[in-house]
């Protein structure tokens, strides 16, 4: 089956003004619609045509490096739009207790995501993610993901420029620094950790 771009889980103002409207067609109707239609093309008429996203991800791992970052990166992009949201949320529940745990703090944490985001070299994804019930931040590079990975992925925030570039310039710690503190979406980590499992694509 083909697959689609997902809609955004919010108008393309919510999250303004860290991150605006015209960032918000480019990166998702510019760079995510062009890695759906990159794998999509890339599966028609072969053995994955009828495969799951994550199905995909896993045959290509290792073996078609040019699907793989498309497929992984169409994934990446659908669970960074859940991961934010212009309405404030806080961690609470099990989820704030494995919170206070790893990281002693809410603050300590968002401090946390925020240095290895900015210390991230180049283009990637940081995340929050959970394995055995214990949390941690992790890093990918480039497209790779941690939807295959053993990890539960939590919460992921792109760190391309292409994510920022727009409205912040180069300057990255600006981006980090509103997305962290005001666009994370606590209600979507607490929902994936609930579970358990990597979130499923649904498109
Ligand atoms: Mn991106």
Redesign the pocket.
């Known amino acids: 089956m083909a697959f689609s771009l997902i809609d955004l889980p919010y108008d393309s103002e919510a999250l303004a003004p860290a991150i605006s409207a015209e960032t918000l067609s480019f990166?998702h109707g510019k760079?995510?619609k062009a890695y759906v239609d990159k794998m999509n093309a890339a599966i028609e008429g072969t053995d994955l045509a009828s495969a799951s996203l994550m199905e995909v991800i896993k045959a290509a791992r290792g073996s078609n490096q040019g699907l793989f970052n498309n497929a992984a990166?169409v994934y990446?992009?659908g669970f960074?739009w859940y991961s934010l949201s212009g309405e404030s949320t806080t961690p609470s529940g099990d989820l704030a207790a494995a919170i206070d745990d790893a990281f002693g703090s809410v603050a300590d944490l968002k401090m946390a995501l925020k240095d290895r985001g900015a210390g991230h070299f180049a283009s990637g994804w940081v995340w929050l993610a959970a394995r055995d019930g214990k949390l941690s931040i992790e890093e990918t590079h480039d497209a790779d993901t941690l939807a295959d990975s053993g990890f539960n992925p939590l919460l992921t925030i792109?760190v391309?420029e292409?994510?920022y570039y727009l409205d912040h310039q180069n300057a990255r710690p600006s981006y980090l620094g509103e997305v962290v503190d005001k666009l994370l979406n606590w209600d979507f980590a607490a929902d994936n950790f609930a579970r358990g499992t990597a979130w499923v694509y649904p498109g």
Do not use: F, G, K
Request: cysteine-free; aromatic content about 18%; hydrophobic content about 20%.
């Open positions: 990166h760079h995510h990166q990446n992009h960074y792109d391309w292409h994510a």
